[in-house]
């Protein structure tokens, strides 16, 4: 299955199929119908090539997966999954600032409360999405 490859593939520490970190992934969902689900596997990547790495297997298995940010999603399956892949992105926190092209980077894990503080020293703000 994919997730046994991305477990040779990329290790024990990031692709998780229980335990307590696994048990916090998957029923950390804002949403509490996301938050009865059970991913086969839960993959915590640290890099894009982590990223890349994991959708290859994805789609070369052609595994059902749902990808997760923050967890704030109340689409039921966007963020979390039964039977298939679960990408935690709780591991890709950084954020940075380009002041010569006033250029903002987040990794897709940052929640914007936490982007306002790391950004808060450089005089800039982002602006978020709201309901």
Same mark, same amino acid.
């Given at each position: ?6 477990? =040779? ?10 335990? &307590?970190?696994? =048990? ?6 804002? !949403?509490?119908? !996301? &938050?009865?689900? *059970? ?5 915590? #990547? ?13 789609? /070369?298995? /052609? ?9 704030? &999603?109340?689409?039921?399956?966007? !963020? ?9 992105? /709780? =591991?890709?926190? *950084? ?6 092209? !006033?250029?903002?980077?987040?990794? #897709? ?10 950004? /808060? #020293? ?7 999405? *709201?309901?």
């Amino acid at each position: 299955s994919a997730c046994a490859v991305l477990r =040779n593939t990329l290790g024990s520490t990031l692709v998780g199929f229980s335990g &307590s970190g696994y =048990n916090a992934t998957a029923t950390g969902a804002w !949403n509490l119908f !996301n &938050s009865l689900d *059970r991913p086969t596997c839960i993959v915590y #990547p640290q890099t894009a090539s982590d990223v890349q790495v994991t959708m290859r297997s994805i789609y /070369e298995y /052609e595994a059902r997966y749902a990808v997760q940010a923050g967890g704030h &999603s109340a689409m039921i399956g966007w !963020n979390s999954i039964t039977d298939g892949i679960l990408i935690s992105f /709780e =591991n890709m926190l *950084r954020v940075s600032y380009d002041a010569h092209t !006033n250029l903002i980077s987040l990794q #897709p894990g940052m929640h914007l409360s936490d982007a306002q503080i790391a950004l /808060e #020293p450089h005089g800039v703000s982002l602006i978020g999405g *709201r309901a």
